[in-house]
């Protein structure tokens, strides 16, 4: 692929050469890089930053640091996105510079992610650099701080804990030390999480962030919550959150906990939310759960939910041959398209021509066509 088809793929928009690049043959780099170099800066510090990736050499540093200082608005991600890549050492003065160009609405956020990629010893300038966030995100900030909690100084430590401190109302000075729970000595770390079960057994769900600290709990304790937050309709992206934050086992006692009850009585995003993050080698039985307990919309999506991603799974769902879920199978693939493995498309298609539903044999044939 010579330079003018790279430069009419870089037309495509700006994201299509950065995405390319990670897949095309080595022969076509110096063309892509060439092409690169025609983008704007934006566009062009992208595209370098995924050639650096490809290539694993600091070669061209200095020209994506020249193109993500001119690239406007994007400028504070793409000098993030370049100390990413870069030795940690030489990390420091970029990472402060792309907090400091960013705006009051992505401070916060930038000035997270600076504290994930930050060498220890460059914690201490960054954390003087929350004095420029609002002071409603600073406990985003705090929670990057806290991930790293074996790593900090003793001096960033104290000053992240002196963050955690400062807020006078009650409610401020809970969420800062819900993020920084990791920070907090064994007996604030007892009072933080003894608030925040207590505020869940009151059904107080809105009493500040009580939801970050859930992980924490005692097990019996935390499925329980995921269980209440599931089976409530009000609480989808709660319960998901909740659902990402747990380990496997977890996730699979929430599964057994809701599997045997009545399916009127489990909202149905919830139960799927559940069953896309179950372990792998628990979804060849859950897949058996669904096929005999629900029926017709719910069963297809159930499926959906448990097979996006598990070429396994999905194959032996149409291996075990006729049967009576069969057309929720066709319709679960309908669901997964263009995202269905090669490997399941000929089963696929071999159960749609013995199918009875002439529509839906069609459909899926088209679909997989």
Known sequence: MGYASMRQLAGGGPAVLAALIPSLPEASL???EAAARSLRPADRAAA????RDRLGSARLDDEILAAARDAGDMAPSLLIDWAAGAA???????????????????RASALARAVE????????ALLAECARVNGDE????IAAFAARSDELPPDVRAGVLRLVRRPRGRDARATREVAALALLDAADRERVLGAAIRAWADGDWGAGSWLATVPSWPPEIRVQAALDLVGNEEMGLEAEDLLDALAPGDVLAVYRGLVHRPARDVPREGFEAV???LPADA??????DVERRLRGKRRVAALAALVRGEEAVLRAGFAAGPGVATDDWLRAIAALVPDVPGSVVPLAIKAARRTGDPRLRLGTLALLA
């Open 88 to 106: 940690p050492g030489d990390r420091r003065p970029v990472l402060l510079e792309a907090v400091r160009a960013a705006d009051e609405w992505e």
């Open 48 to 51: 370098l930053l995924a050639l």
């Open 30 to 32: 110096p063309a892509a």
């Open 117 to 124: 990629l930050a060498a220890p010893d460059g914690l201490a």
């Open 138 to 141: 600073v406990p985003e900030v």
């Open 275 to 277: 069953l896309a993050r």
């Open 283 to 288: 979804r060849p039985a859950a897949v058996a």
